[in-house]
């Protein structure tokens, strides 16, 4: 009796390892299974970097070129600047030589008036010589 209750003590104490031991091997599994999804997440976030690494790199060329269009653009844009300076410039100087023209044509107007009144003015001289002849030659 005392044998088989020893046994039985022995027994159960390897059905308590043994269910330990199973703990231990699920815990292992688990464990397993954990470092299998960090090293399958591990890669995906390896894959992920080199990803944004590549898109990083595409901005990073696009926008060199956008600059490259902008300082062109910029190069352009102070063509256009200095062409609407020389324009402005131009439209100035019309302006004025269309007030000197002006001026000019009230001058010539003024001329051709004084011209007028100077040939009225000699035409009544005229007729008033040709009175003072006749009247002469009368005498």
Do not use: F, M, P, T
């Amino acid at each position: 009796q005392s044998i088989l209750n020893h046994k039985d003590e022995e027994l159960a104490k390897v059905k308590g390892i043994k269910a330990e031991l199973i703990q231990a091997q699920a815990e292992v599994e688990e464990l397993k299974a954990q470092v299998q999804q960090q090293g399958a997440a591990d890669d995906a976030a390896g894959e992920a970097q080199k990803v944004a690494e590549r898109k990083v790199a595409e901005l990073q060329s696009e926008l060199k070129q956008q600059q490259s269009i902008l300082n062109h653009k910029d190069e352009e844009l102070a063509k256009v600047k200095g062409i609407k300076a020389e324009l402005i410039q131009a439209q100035a100087e019309v302006e004025e030589l269309k007030a000197q023209v002006q001026q000019q044509g009230a001058a010539d107007d003024a001329a051709g008036e004084a011209q007028k009144v100077a040939e009225r003015k000699v035409a009544e001289l005229q007729s008033e010589l040709k009175q003072q002849q006749s009247i002469l030659n009368h005498k």
